[in-house]
């Protein structure tokens, strides 16, 4: 039967029995022997009259591609033989005969001429000959699948599309003609109809709760994520993580474990795809989430993301149309590749080669990585990292409250001990904090939260009567913590379906269950901890993995805990320790052996709630002490912030001789960690930091004195008053603000004799703070004083108190403070307004940076600026950098071009790379060396002969970086 045989009025009649085709096979959910029909009877007309037919009529994209397997395979002859020309040309003559035919008629004319059984049988022996058909068996279309008949049902969908992969293998290419809007307009759709993403489309804090706000990481400690710096500027300004992917080609995002990072790019998928289809005449966008736990080191990351596509639809695209796609351009994919920390430890290298590989060749795509923060340790090159935003304390209590009620919320945060409050700022732990809560558990640490949460879940069951809960609880829990560190021993987030059949046999015998090992892993996968993936299981967050295998550690003392040490050589097993050390009932025995190999991991696991002897206590004491005794002062840093989280007054001897540390940043480590443990008796050997050379720590020090000290601090801080410096004199009053909050009028005005009238004035100022009804409108007379000591005091307290006040008056008062004659109240509020996050005023201190008499004011007007990663100011900075007087302001132009990652000013920086001050020559080389290329190194080679060591250093550090660049690709 050829083309040329069939009538004009045929070919129509072919084209509707096509479209009918097409309905059924949209309607269809299950393969049956019905839908095997269709395909072969659709695939039989489109060799006949060609592809083009199907373009033009709404069948399946996924089918579409299916036919072409088909027509590129021996088996469409088998199948052309058994429908026979002749048989299909009289369905065909048929419905031209009457015309009017009905779907439901066609499909019924269709069913009648060919046998389901035989393309059946035809169907079965293509597969048994592949060796890929074994307990699979075809149902027919029912209402509904049970969760075996689904799981059946899947495997044969992938056991079709892997003989049809093979078939067409050595098949020649035929390409289809396929629209590209078709494709993905289905897909797309699948998108908004899936679960998983469209929650979204409401963001109700009930369901859910997560930070979708990211900052930049910290540029000046990589190795941690600090909420605090030595000179307040540290902080950036939150951006949306939806708008920001968008706006990025490339991205790498870090957060610590359960912060939000799949969350995020799950929003991302519905957002995308919804815009995608608001805007059908926008250019094709796909988001694609690819999960990289599943690479499994074949060297090909394209297979990796055809992966992701299939999951999320019927798509049946292989790797060769993907690549003819995204190579012409037609398509724009957003691949979002979650997870590089989750990516088997031997291969993850290889994963960021290909994925830096597969970027250079299709770069019309956009790339966001997500990844742990302990975990990247990776070079992308100039690819911008920020890092999830944690939850703040009122989004928490916020969602506390709504879970547990507004009186009970907020009684149960207070009552949450500190490491429980700083742990769950993350949405995944906050969420099981409220299932304990509602369970009447507080627990003290994250090991036992994970421990309370899970068996919580196992008590929902029993008192439901759930499917999942026949089988015994402790049952469970020995397979989950067997199969968790199986994964964990092996490196991986999943198991095949092969392993984990393989590795339960024999813990079942131990356990006295002769059968049944399949159904307990159902009983388990309806909980919900593990979920099922491309032949295989995981557990629905890597932490969870995590917990268990720990708790198989616990179980197996004293046997298992010989291993521990050598868990504490690799990042991959840090969590895993840091949870055991949050439950195990063995504390010392633990600490002891990590601390032989790893003391700050020894001292997180303190920080998490372990609880050793005295004696092993001291030995992590003596541990990280011997840190703040390196010659490297990083490590001195690191110890400082240890001390901090552990509050420990045994750390005491070890801090205070770093208060006179050469680096500034080690002294300000020091001074932090000694005001949280918030011992009173190191108030003396604080005094000496009242006459640090470095103004922010003056500063600082004076609100730790105050707060250590009580009312015999306030005759050191008094005098502080006086400082040279604007900033620290304004520290120093809110220093005895805090003193006076707390003592009598008495004690303050002994320590006023004799001082001059001027600290006189501002002190009594500061009384009358105390007891004041409007605490807002006080401190606005205090902003328009005429004395500038009082103006100085009231910038300081109201950037501390500001969440106790009505901002409105006070953020009027301020403004008028912009134009202040005195320049240091002008560069006070300028800076004000970037510690209290007032982006409105950006285009404002834009103007004073640029147009100020002063390079002080300038220069605070840059830090500001940097502080409210005011990116929109760029420009004017660019201008302000070629122009400027101030050295100071040079720097810190420079600087803020480097930590909010601007890599497009090179011939702006080439030009003053002749500055007549040598910092300013140093930080333009950092910048080039961060961003430039070879066309700069003439200019960074004739630096090398610089008079000042820190510019020939910074060019020697430059020019390696552009080399070390230039070799990546």
């Not at 469970?476 to 964990?488: D, G, N, P, V």
Request: with cysteine; charged share 20%; aromatic share 8%.
């Amino acid at each position: 039967m050829k083309k040329t045989n069939f009538t004009s009025k045929q070919q129509l009649a072919a084209r509707k029995v096509l479209s009918s085709i097409g309905t059924a096979l949209r309607d269809t959910t299950v393969v049956s022997a019905k839908w095997l029909v269709y395909v072969c009877v659709a695939a039989t007309l489109m060799q006949i009259f060609g592809p083009e037919i199907g373009v033009s009529i709404a069948i399946p994209a996924s089918v579409l591609i299916l036919i072409q397997r088909l027509s590129e395979s021996s088996i469409l002859q088998k199948l052309l033989n058994l429908i026979g020309g002749n048989l299909l040309a009289g369905v065909i003559d048929r419905v031209a005969t009457r015309g009017s035919t009905s779907e439901e008629e066609i499909l019924s004319l269709i069913e009648q001429a060919v046998d389901p059984d035989k393309i059946e049988s035809i169907f079965k022996e293509t597969l048994n000959q592949a060796g890929l058909l074994t307990e699979v068996e075809y149902y027919k279309t029912v209402a509904r699948l049970s969760r075996h008949e689904q799981r059946q049902h899947n495997e044969l969908v992938q056991s079709l599309n892997l003989i049809l992969e093979r078939l067409s293998e050595t098949a020649p290419r035929k390409r289809l003609k396929i629209d590209i809007e078709i494709e993905t307009g289905n897909y797309i759709a699948s998108i908004l109809n899936d679960a998983r993403y469209k929650r979204w489309s409401s963001e109700a804090l009930s369901d859910y709760y997560a930070s979708l706000e990211i900052t930049n990481l910290n540029e000046q400690f990589p190795f941690l994520v600090l909420d605090y710096g030595p000179d307040n500027t540290t902080s950036t300004r939150p951006r949306d993580a939806i708008q920001t992917i968008r706006d990025s080609s490339q991205l790498v995002i870090v957060g610590e474990p359960g912060a939000g990072k799949t969350t995020i790019f799950e929003k991302v998928m519905y957002e995308i795809a919804y815009q995608q289809a608001l805007n059908l005449d926008s250019p094709v966008c796909i988001p694609v989430l690819v999960s990289l736990r599943y690479y499994s080191g074949d060297g090909n990351l394209l297979s990796l993301i055809t992966l992701g596509l299939r999951r999320q639809s019927t798509l049946l695209w292989n790797d060769i149309d993907l690549r003819e796609l995204l190579s012409s351009n037609r398509i724009k994919l957003l691949v979002l590749l979650d997870g590089l920390n989750e990516v088997p430890n031997r291969y993850r290298n290889e994963t960021v080669t290909l994925i830096q590989k597969f970027r250079d060749e299709f770069p019309f795509n956009q790339y966001v990585i997500n990844c742990r923060t302990s975990d990247y340790h990776f070079d992308f090159g100039n690819v911008p990292t920020v890092v999830t935003q944690p939850l703040s304390s009122s989004q928490i209590i916020e969602y506390l409250s709504h879970h547990l009620g507004s009186t009970d919320g907020r009684l149960f945060f207070a009552n949450l001990p500190d490491a429980v409050k700083f742990i769950c700022r993350t949405p995944i732990i906050l969420s099981m904090i409220v299932s304990a809560a509602k369970h009447g558990i507080t627990p003290k640490n994250r090991g036992q939260l994970y421990a309370e949460f899970l068996r919580s879940i196992l008590w929902m069951e029993g008192s439901k009567g759930d499917s999942a809960s026949r089988t015994k609880s402790q049952v469970k829990l020995a397979i989950l913590e067997h199969i968790a560190y199986t994964m964990q021993v092996q490196g991986v987030l999943y198991l095949s379906n092969q392993t984990v059949y393989a590795i339960l046999p024999p813990l079942l015998s131990i356990l006295g269950i002769k059968s049944g090992g399949l159904a307990l892993l159902d009983e388990l996968k309806i909980n919900g901890l593990l979920t099922e993936y491309h032949f295989g299981i995981s557990f629905i967050h890597q932490s969870f993995q995590e917990y268990f295998a720990a708790a198989r550690i616990e179980h197996g003392f004293p046997k298992e805990f010989e291993f521990v040490k050598e868990y504490t050589k690799s990042p991959w097993w840090y969590e895993t320790v840091l949870m055991l050390g949050g439950f195990t009932a063995h504390p010392d025995e633990l600490v002891n052996v990590v601390l032989s190999e790893n003391p700050l991991l020894a001292a997180k696991c303190l920080i998490q709630g372990c609880r050793p002897s005295r004696k092993t206590l001291d030995k992590v004491i003596h541990a990280i002490g011997q840190l703040t005794q390196s010659d490297t002062w990083t490590d001195c840093r690191l110890a400082t912030d240890i001390f901090v989280e552990l509050k420990m007054p045994e750390a005491i001897p070890y801090l205070i001789p770093l208060l006179s540390h050469y680096e500034r940043t080690v002294r300000w480590g020091a001074l932090y960690a000694l005001r949280n443990i918030g011992t009173p008796h190191v108030f003396n050997k604080l005094l000496g930091v009242l006459n640090d050379t470095d103004w922010a720590i003056r500063g600082e020090a004076c609100v730790t004195i105050a707060e250590l000290g009580g009312i015999q601090a306030i005759e050191h801080i008094i005098p502080v008053l006086d400082d040279k410096h604007a900033y620290v004199r304004g520290r120093a009053a809110y220093g005895v603000y805090l003193l006076v909050v707390q003592e009598k009028r008495s004690n303050l005005e002994k320590s006023l004799v004799n001082q001059p009238q001027y600290i006189v004035q501002v002190c009594e100022w500061i009384l009358s703070l105390v007891n004041a009804v409007d605490l807002s409108g006080k401190l606005v007379t205090g902003l328009i004083s005429q004395n500038l000591r009082i103006v100085e005091a009231a910038l300081n307290i109201l950037v501390e108190e500001h969440k106790k006040l009505d901002l409105g008056q006070a953020i009027r008062a301020l403004s008028n403070l912009l134009t202040h004659e005195n320049p240091m109240i002008r560069a006070g509020a300028t800076q004000a307004f970037g510690r209290l996050q007032i982006y409105e005023k950006i285009p404002e201190i834009t103007n004073i940076m640029c147009i100020d008499p002063e390079g002080i004011v300038r220069e605070v007007a840059s830090v500001t600026l940097k502080m409210l990663n005011a990116k929109e100011s760029i420009p004017k900075m660019l201008e302000q950098l070629g122009r400027d007087k101030s050295a100071g302001v040079k720097r810190r132009i420079l600087l803020n071009l480097i930590e909010m990652h601007i890599p497009t000013a090179h011939s702006e920086v080439a030009t003053i790379l002749d500055d007549a001050d040598a910092e300013v020559r140093g930080i333009g080389c950092r910048y080039l060396g961060e961003f430039g290329d070879n066309s700069h190194e003439p200019k960074l080679i004739h630096l090398l002969d610089d008079s000042e060591p820190i510019v020939r250093e910074a060019a020697r550090a430059a020019l390696r970086n552009i080399s070390q660049h230039l070799k990546q690709g």
